[in-house]
């Protein structure tokens, strides 16, 4: 669970998990807004692959290596 404080004076305000929250601190009486953030998009992997080898460029050469000479 994440605590939950107070943007100006950093007082506890709870804790758990949320979406949206938004909660008023008794201490200084700010009006905090709270808004979950989107999670990081998902690498893509070759489709018969079974070992993850990290996320995949779009170049059409990425990691080929230049031609000696």
């Known amino acids: ?33 709270l808004r979950a953030t989107r999670p990081a998009p998902a690498c893509r992997r070759a489709s018969d692959s079974g070992v993850h080898h990290g996320c995949k460029s779009d170049h059409p050469v990425a990691g080929r290596q230049a031609p000696p000479g």
Request: glycine residues 12%.
């Open 1 to 33: 669970m994440l605590d939950i404080r107070c943007g100006n004076c950093s007082r506890k305000l709870g804790e758990g998990e949320y979406i949206t929250l938004t909660i008023k601190c008794p201490r200084c009486g700010t009006l905090n807004h």
